[in-house]
C-alpha cells in the first residue's frame, strides 16, 4: 500500500510542479501498477495546457535515400532491399498545395539525409511552400548551422530530430559515424536560431535501460522542447537489428504520458508507430497526453518505399482518406481538429 501511495505521490506531483527527479521517473517507467493513473493525469494536465483542440500537420515523405546506416532503420544507406526515390522540389511543393486543399494548416516535409537537396533546392522548396501560407516543419536530419540558417531565413518554421536515445553507448553502437554530442549540438543551434524544435527518442532499442529513458525524458525537459515525438522501435527485417525484440506499445505511451507531465504546454503527437502497435494506437495516446497528429500527405506509391519500419499504417491510403479517417477519430472522442497553425503556446493554461 505504501509503495502504491508513493508512485501515486509522484504521479500528483509531477501534474503540479511537472518536475521529477530521474529517481521518480524510474519508479514510474518500472511498474505497470500505476499506468491507468498516469494516463489519466497526462491527459488532464493535456486538457488543462493545450486544450482539446488536435492539430494536424501533413507529412510530405519526399525522399528514402539516405546517407546514414542508422542500425535500426530500413532507409539505411547499406539497405539495398529498397527502391529508392526522391522528388523534384516542384511535385513536393505541388502535394504541399493539395494538403492545403484538404485543409492542413502545417507541412512537415521529411527524408533521409539526401544531399541532392542543396541549400538553393530547399530554399525553393522552402519559399514555394511559405506562399501557400502554410507553416513548415523541416525533418531532414543533421545539417550545419549555416545550413539551417538559410532554411531558416528563406521561411522554415520548425524542426523535427529526434535525439533517438541519449545513452551515449547505445547512441554510438546504433549510429556508425555519428556522434550525439553533434546531434545535441544541431538541436541546439536550431534553437539558437529561432525554429520551434522538436525531438524524441525511440522505446524498446536493444540494451535501451528504464534509466536512460529517464535520462531522455529530462532532456526534452532540459532542452525544453516545443514538440516531442515517442514511438516504439518496430524491428525492420532488412536491418541488422532484425532479430531484436522491439519496444511496446505501452511502454513507449507511458514515456510519452510521463513526458506531458513534464512539459505541460509542449506539442506532442500520437505517432504512426504506436499505431502500428495497436489498431487504435493514436487514439489511445490523444487521451494519454497527445494533442497532434501528423496523417501521411505524400502521394502515390512512394508512401509504400518510405519503409522506415514494418507494418506502417496507411501504407495504401490515399490523402483524401486519411484525412477523413483521423477526423473521424478525433471527433468520435469530443476533440476538435484545429483551425489554427499550431504553433507551442508556452506556458498558457486554458
Ligand atoms: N533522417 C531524419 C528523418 C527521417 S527518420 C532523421 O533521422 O532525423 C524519422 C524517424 O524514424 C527517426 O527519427 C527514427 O526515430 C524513426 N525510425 C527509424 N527506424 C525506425 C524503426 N525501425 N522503428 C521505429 N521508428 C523508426
Ligand atoms: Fe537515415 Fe534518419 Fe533512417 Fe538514420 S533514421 S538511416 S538518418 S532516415
Not at 550525439?180 to 525511440?202: F, I, P
Not at 490515399?318 to 484545429?338: E, F
Request: net charge neutral; aromatic share 8%; hydrophobic share 40%.
Amino acid at each position: 500500500m505504501k509503495a502504491l501511495k508513493k508512485l501515486l505521490d509522484i504521479i500528483d506531483k509531477a501534474s503540479t510542479s511537472h518536475v521529477l527527479s530521474k529517481q521518480e521517473i524510474i519508479s514510474l517507467l518500472s511498474t505497470d501498477r500505476i499506468d491507468g493513473q498516469l494516463f489519466h493525469a497526462a491527459d488532464r494536465v493535456r486538457a488543462a495546457y493545450v486544450g482539446d483542440e488536435v492539430h494536424l500537420r501533413g507529412l510530405i515523405e519526399f525522399s528514402n535515400i539516405c546517407k546514414q546506416n542508422c542500425l535500426y532503420c530500413g532507409l539505411r544507406w547499406e539497405n539495398t532491399a529498397v527502391r529508392r526515390y526522391r522528388l523534384q522540389p516542384e511535385t513536393i511543393i505541388e502535394f504541399a498545395a493539395k494538403a492545403k486543399d484538404y485543409g492542413y494548416k502545417t507541412i512537415v516535409l521529411q527524408s533521409g539525409e539526401d544531399e541532392f537537396y542543396t541549400v538553393d533546392k530547399l530554399q525553393q522548396i522552402i519559399t514555394g511552400i511559405k506562399k501557400l501560407d502554410l507553416a513548415l516543419t523541416l525533418s531532414i536530419g543533421e545539417k550545419t548551422r549555416a545550413e539551417y540558417q538559410a532554411y531558416r531565413q528563406a521561411g522554415a518554421d520548425r524542426y523535427l530530430m529526434r535525439i533517438e536515445t541519449t545513452d551515449a553507448g547505445l547512441y554510438s553502437a546504433l549510429h556508425p559515424g555519428m556522434s550525439l554530442e553533434n546531434r545535441k549540438g544541431c538541436l541546439l543551434d536550431l534553437k539558437d536560431l529561432g525554429y520551434e524544435v522538436g525531438t524524441g527518442c525511440l522505446v524498446g532499442l536493444p540494451n535501451q535501460s528504464v534509466e536512460s529513458l529517464a535520462e531522455d525524458i529530462l532532456f526534452f525537459k532540459e532542452l525544453d522542447a516545443d514538440m516531442i515525438g515517442l514511438g516504439p522501435f518496430i524491428p525492420n527485417e532488412a536491418t541488422p537489428l532484425k532479430d531484436a525484440k522491439g519496444g511496446t506499445f505501452e511502454a513507449s505511451l507511458k514515456v510519452m504520458a510521463i513526458t506531458r507531465l513534464l512539459l505541460p504546454d509542449a506539442n506532442i503527437p500520437a505517432t504512426t508507430a504506436m499505431e502500428t502497435l495497436n489498431k487504435n494506437g493514436r487514439i489511445i495516446a490523444l487521451q494519454s497526453g497527445a494533442n497532434v497528429a501528423m496523417p501521411n500527405v505524400t502521394e502515390g506509391e512512394y508512401r509504400q518505399l518510405y519503409a522506415l519500419y514494418p507494418g506502417k499504417i496507411c501504407i495504401n491510403d490515399t490523402p483524401a482518406h486519411c484525412r477523413g479517417c483521423i477526423t473521424g477519430k478525433i471527433l468520435s472522442i469530443g476533440r476538435k481538429i484545429s483551425e489554427e497553425y499550431g504553433y507551442r503556446k508556452k506556458n498558457t493554461v486554458v
